[in-house]
């Protein structure tokens, strides 16, 4: 069974960092593109930032570009989110996902297994 277990949100100050986690279960992760979205309140979910199958190519949305980064480590079965310089505006469910088939960047509503999510908050 496919599990997608979030960890790492909390609550930051404005230009703070936070590593959020993605841990599978039920399948190899360094066989899949690997997703983080988020979703604010009254926002749509939006993407953040994917990785191509054995740590392949990166990709993030214009306001991750230059503050987050993504990786792999393969021995964990876990996909990372590292972000830097948070903003207020960042505030949101952070939610991993992948899907059965290859596409990086790829929108929300193809992917095929979610995590919980975890929340992010950003204090001005």
């Known amino acids: 069974q496919v599990q997608l277990v979030e960890s790492g949100g909390g609550t930051v100050q404005n230009g703070g960092s936070l590593r959020l986690s993605c841990t599978a279960s039920?399948?190899?992760?360094?066989?899949?593109?690997m997703h983080w979205f988020r979703q604010a309140p009254g926002k749509e979910r939006e993407g953040v930032s994917c990785?191509?199958?054995?740590?392949?190519?990166?990709d993030y949305a214009d306001f991750a570009k230059g503050r987050f980064t993504i990786y792999m480590d393969n021995a964990a079965n876990t996909v990372y989110l590292q972000m830097n310089s948070l903003k207020p505006e960042d505030s949101a469910t952070y939610y991993c996902?992948?899907?059965?088939?290859?596409?990086?960047?790829?929108?929300?509503?193809?992917?095929?297994?979610w995590g919980k999510g975890t929340l992010v908050t950003v204090s001005s």
């Open positions: 039920g399948f190899t992760l360094a066989y899949n593109d």
């Open positions: 990785i191509g199958r054995h740590g392949g190519k990166p």
């Open positions: 996902a992948t899907r059965r088939y290859a596409g990086c960047p790829t929108d929300h509503s193809d992917m095929h297994f």
